[in-house]
Protein backbone atom coordinates (compact mmCIF):
# COMPACT_ATOMS: atom_id res chain seq x y z
CA UNK A 1 0.00 0.00 0.00
CA UNK A 2 1.53 3.46 -0.94
CA UNK A 3 0.77 7.04 -0.17
CA UNK A 4 -1.27 9.43 -2.19
CA UNK A 5 -2.11 13.07 -2.36
CA UNK A 6 -5.84 13.54 -2.65
CA UNK A 7 -6.50 17.38 -3.84
CA UNK A 8 -9.88 19.19 -4.14
CA UNK A 9 -10.03 20.76 -7.41
CA UNK A 10 -11.93 24.10 -7.61
CA UNK A 11 -10.08 26.55 -5.56
CA UNK A 12 -7.70 24.24 -4.88
CA UNK A 13 -5.86 23.32 -8.27
CA UNK A 14 -7.86 25.39 -10.32
CA UNK A 15 -9.04 29.34 -9.80
CA UNK A 16 -13.01 28.45 -9.09
CA UNK A 17 -15.25 30.61 -11.52
CA UNK A 18 -18.61 29.09 -10.00
CA UNK A 19 -19.35 25.69 -11.76
CA UNK A 20 -16.60 25.04 -14.13
CA UNK A 21 -17.13 22.77 -17.00
CA UNK A 22 -16.29 25.10 -19.77
CA UNK A 23 -12.41 24.85 -20.99
CA UNK A 24 -12.19 28.84 -21.09
CA UNK A 25 -12.66 28.80 -17.69
CA UNK A 26 -9.31 26.62 -16.51
CA UNK A 27 -7.00 28.69 -14.75
CA UNK A 28 -4.50 26.90 -12.23
CA UNK A 29 -3.86 28.16 -9.20
CA UNK A 30 -0.56 29.42 -8.29
CA UNK A 31 1.99 27.34 -7.85
CA UNK A 32 -0.62 24.28 -8.94
CA UNK A 33 1.88 23.02 -12.31
CA UNK A 34 4.72 22.80 -9.57
CA UNK A 35 2.70 20.92 -6.76
CA UNK A 36 1.43 18.33 -9.14
CA UNK A 37 4.82 17.71 -11.06
CA UNK A 38 6.55 17.61 -7.37
CA UNK A 39 4.36 15.47 -5.76
CA UNK A 40 5.17 12.96 -8.66
CA UNK A 41 8.91 13.54 -7.90
CA UNK A 42 8.34 12.13 -4.90
CA UNK A 43 6.81 9.08 -6.49
CA UNK A 44 3.54 10.21 -4.68
CA UNK A 45 0.73 9.31 -6.88
CA UNK A 46 -2.09 12.85 -7.20
CA UNK A 47 -5.73 12.58 -7.00
CA UNK A 48 -8.42 14.90 -7.61
CA UNK A 49 -11.70 14.47 -5.11
CA UNK A 50 -14.39 16.82 -6.70
CA UNK A 51 -17.78 17.14 -5.98
CA UNK A 52 -19.50 18.05 -8.79
CA UNK A 53 -23.22 19.45 -8.24
CA UNK A 54 -23.63 21.26 -11.14
CA UNK A 55 -24.23 17.52 -13.01
CA UNK A 56 -27.11 16.79 -10.35
CA UNK A 57 -28.18 20.64 -10.76
CA UNK A 58 -28.79 20.46 -15.05
CA UNK A 59 -26.03 23.26 -15.12
CA UNK A 60 -23.71 20.68 -17.00
CA UNK A 61 -23.37 17.40 -18.13
CA UNK A 62 -21.08 14.64 -17.38
CA UNK A 63 -19.37 14.37 -20.73
CA UNK A 64 -18.56 18.17 -20.41
CA UNK A 65 -17.01 17.88 -16.76
CA UNK A 66 -14.97 14.69 -18.45
CA UNK A 67 -13.69 17.16 -20.96
CA UNK A 68 -12.86 19.90 -18.72
CA UNK A 69 -11.10 16.55 -16.91
CA UNK A 70 -9.07 16.01 -19.88
CA UNK A 71 -7.41 19.42 -20.30
CA UNK A 72 -6.43 19.29 -16.29
CA UNK A 73 -4.80 16.04 -17.03
CA UNK A 74 -3.46 17.29 -20.63
CA UNK A 75 -2.16 20.77 -18.51
CA UNK A 76 -0.88 18.63 -15.68
CA UNK A 77 1.10 16.54 -18.44
CA UNK A 78 2.58 19.42 -20.74
CA UNK A 79 3.77 20.79 -16.80
CA UNK A 80 5.31 17.83 -16.35
CA UNK A 81 3.03 15.73 -13.64
CA UNK A 82 0.80 13.16 -13.94
CA UNK A 83 -2.57 13.32 -12.17
CA UNK A 84 -3.63 9.17 -11.74
CA UNK A 85 -7.23 9.59 -11.08
CA UNK A 86 -10.13 12.14 -10.87
CA UNK A 87 -13.07 10.81 -8.50
CA UNK A 88 -16.24 13.13 -8.77
CA UNK A 89 -19.74 13.22 -7.05
CA UNK A 90 -22.50 14.50 -8.87
CA UNK A 91 -24.89 14.30 -6.35
CA UNK A 92 -26.48 18.00 -4.98
CA UNK A 93 -29.26 18.29 -2.20
CA UNK A 94 -30.91 20.91 -5.05
CA UNK A 95 -30.40 18.47 -7.69
CA UNK A 96 -33.00 18.42 -10.18
CA UNK A 97 -32.30 14.91 -11.39
CA UNK A 98 -33.56 13.09 -8.93
CA UNK A 99 -31.14 10.29 -8.76
CA UNK A 100 -28.77 12.77 -7.85
CA UNK A 101 -30.19 14.29 -4.95
CA UNK A 102 -28.38 13.66 -1.80
CA UNK A 103 -27.57 12.55 0.56
CA UNK A 104 -25.11 9.88 -0.69
CA UNK A 105 -21.95 8.63 0.26
CA UNK A 106 -19.45 10.22 -2.00
CA UNK A 107 -20.31 14.32 -1.79
CA UNK A 108 -18.00 15.66 0.23
CA UNK A 109 -17.46 16.11 3.64
CA UNK A 110 -18.63 12.52 3.32
CA UNK A 111 -15.20 10.12 2.64
CA UNK A 112 -16.31 8.17 -0.13
CA UNK A 113 -14.32 9.62 -2.75
CA UNK A 114 -11.31 8.72 -1.30
CA UNK A 115 -12.28 5.44 0.43
CA UNK A 116 -13.08 4.09 -3.02
CA UNK A 117 -9.45 5.52 -5.01
CA UNK A 118 -8.03 3.68 -1.96
CA UNK A 119 -9.42 0.27 -3.15
CA UNK A 120 -8.93 0.91 -6.34
CA UNK A 121 -5.36 1.87 -5.84
CA UNK A 122 -4.03 0.09 -3.19
CA UNK A 123 -3.65 3.52 -1.61
CA UNK A 124 -2.56 3.62 2.13
CA UNK A 125 -5.07 6.46 3.53
CA UNK A 126 -3.29 6.86 6.97
CA UNK A 127 -0.12 7.91 4.70
CA UNK A 128 -1.47 9.98 2.92
CA UNK A 129 -2.63 13.95 2.56
CA UNK A 130 -5.85 15.57 1.36
CA UNK A 131 -5.39 19.42 0.67
CA UNK A 132 -8.62 21.13 0.08
CA UNK A 133 -10.01 24.78 0.21
CA UNK A 134 -13.44 24.26 2.22
CA UNK A 135 -13.67 22.49 5.81
CA UNK A 136 -16.00 20.02 3.97
CA UNK A 137 -12.66 18.49 2.44
CA UNK A 138 -10.53 18.34 5.51
CA UNK A 139 -13.54 16.64 7.03
CA UNK A 140 -13.67 14.07 3.94
CA UNK A 141 -10.20 13.79 4.69
CA UNK A 142 -10.11 13.17 8.24
CA UNK A 143 -12.60 10.68 8.12
CA UNK A 144 -10.81 8.61 5.45
CA UNK A 145 -8.04 8.55 7.96
CA UNK A 146 -5.77 10.99 5.83
CA UNK A 147 -3.44 14.25 7.32
CA UNK A 148 -5.85 16.98 6.28
CA UNK A 149 -4.56 20.60 5.15
CA UNK A 150 -7.01 23.36 4.87
CA UNK A 151 -5.50 25.58 1.48
CA UNK A 152 -6.12 29.16 0.97
CA UNK A 153 -6.47 29.89 -2.21
CA UNK A 154 -4.82 33.18 -2.22
CA UNK A 155 -1.64 30.94 -1.25
CA UNK A 156 1.08 29.04 -3.24
CA UNK A 157 0.05 25.52 -3.35
CA UNK A 158 3.26 24.18 -4.47
CA UNK A 159 4.60 26.02 -0.89
CA UNK A 160 0.94 23.55 0.49
CA UNK A 161 1.85 20.30 -0.72
CA UNK A 162 5.75 20.14 0.09
CA UNK A 163 5.12 21.21 3.86
CA UNK A 164 1.63 19.36 4.12
CA UNK A 165 3.88 16.18 2.78
CA UNK A 166 6.40 17.22 5.04
CA UNK A 167 4.13 17.53 7.94
CA UNK A 168 2.63 14.13 7.01
CA UNK A 169 6.32 12.21 6.88
CA UNK A 170 6.40 11.35 3.59
CA UNK A 171 9.36 13.80 2.84
CA UNK A 172 12.21 15.47 3.95
CA UNK A 173 12.85 19.18 3.81
Request: with cysteine; proline share 5%; hydrophobic share 45%.
Amino acid sequence: MTPALFLDRDDTVLVDTGYMYDIADFTWITGAPQALRFANQQKIQVFIVTNQGGIGRGFYTEAQMHLFHRKLIDETAQAGGAITDIAFCPHHPLATIPALKTPCPCRKPEAGMLIQLAKKWQIDLSRSVMIGDKESDVTAGKTAGCHSVLFDPAANLFDCVRSSLAQAGLIAL
